[in-house]
């Protein structure tokens, strides 16, 4: 049907609730800025199209970040430059959506150049609305990649030098070089008819998108006023004397009625079958009956320490998914150094029955050190009255700390004895359960098999007999 | 007839943030600035009360969504939803 009336599209919220202040029914953007002109094509589009209630938009870092209080639509926010990555997990998991990837020149361009070469090159069902305004505006109006030769900018005082700076960087060639992409033009807001050509590349864009035939690519050249220091309809003659010679508008890529649809493989978005796939089972199940633990150690949070090899990772892990088996929540948070062995190595547990925050342990009840430089460094990050548990075969100093109880236990020494250094992780779990009570030896033996899946019988036997060993050197020795 | 109730372009003044897109884009020149301030303290654009043909470049101009209406040719109010 014919419009007769041209006012505020349905594609936007009535209301932008999620703005902060009193102007809820405005956007935040300066007076005669680009995106306020493409946002209302895009929310047009999204209208007229029927796409209102499928659209999904990636808004970026930038002026267009509060992208979302505007558009009535599903919402991302990316990191900078990534919202081609978050565009493609949000189209592949929901094929019969409309997902829209809004960008500025530095998010795209600059720090987000690779994400959208290999979205381009994925032909991931997206349509890339790409703000070029030869600026970084919402910063302050540094130099952007597409910052053109001369152009002065806070960060170019006497001009973009093409010989320190480099050259502006077109982003419809770079992306029609590739063979993916279904449909990229450039186009621009620089005056009426401009505006109604880009008003048409958008509805082209988002009709593909809606058909899910691929990657729609629209670099749309716009305007930064406050940034480029001048007014409104100055700036839009700027784009056109000085932006238009460097980056001229058309279609670099139409495939046409050769568009393809792209489906990609159905996603598993039922947890049940993604728990099967996994080999976890769908109930919150707890297998073991606790035991009477203190309150001391009712709320673990804990760092092991050491270097890589002695089975930092596994013996973290090995906690945790013992104590998942008594119905705990857990987390596991590995770090560690570029170098699989040697270098230093640590990880964060935390065991607790209540929602756990922060994964990373950095105030830990419970420090497990492996080694010397994990005791100098992490002893003092313990809490009053927490707990360290030390490898004392290979650690010769004395710890500091007199609020702390201590547990010095020969964690190297021990495995050797059983024939094998690699066993010290399962001593580990052996000492811990002894101190805390949590875990019950046979238990913990128990669920060895399925610790160690595919391991040999030799090597589950040999564990078993590490958290025996490290069990009973606590109860033995304190 | 140029001086018709439609087509008409509305400009709501307290959304207008004065930038002048619409009015540097309307080719009758019936949008201008008011001498007045609007309540963000900006010089809004208005219209000049008739020659607007409807053309829709100062809706499309426009930054803010909710700034111009342009009523077409075959508006009819009696019609509005």
Redesign the interface.
Known sequence: M????????KG?NDVYKHKPGAEK???H?????????L???I?EAMEDLDIVDKTILISPVGCSVFAYY?FDAGHFQAAHGRAPAIATATSRANPDKVVISYQGDGDLAAIGGNNIIQAANRGENIAVFFVNNAIYGMTGGQMAPTTLEGQVTTTTPYGRNVDTDGYPMKMCEVISQLTAPTYVERVSLH??PH??KT?NAVRKALLNAKERKGFQFVEVLSTC?SGWKM???KS?EWVKEKMLGMYPLGVYRDKGEEAKVITRPVPILEPGTVWEKLGISAEADVDFPRGDVPDEYRKMSIRVAGFGGQGIMVTGQALASVALEYGYNVSWLPSYGPEMRGGTANCSVNIQDGTIGAAEAVKPTMLLAMNRPSLEKFEKTIVAGGTLIYNSTLIDIEPERTDIKVFAVPITGIADELGNTRVQSLVNVGAYAAITGMFNVDHVIELLPKLFKGKSQTIIDLNAKAVKAGFDYVKENF | MTDAKYPRSEVKKDKCKGCGLCIAACPKKVLVFSPKLNSKGYHYAEYAGSGCVGCGNCFYSCPEPDAIIVYLRDYDPEKEV
């Open positions: 014919r419009k007769t009336v041209l006012r505020k599209p936007f029914d405005r956007t953007y300066c007076p005669g800025c680009g995106h306020g002109i946002h209302k094509l929310a505007y005056d009426a505006i109604r008003r006023p007014d409104p309809v839009m």
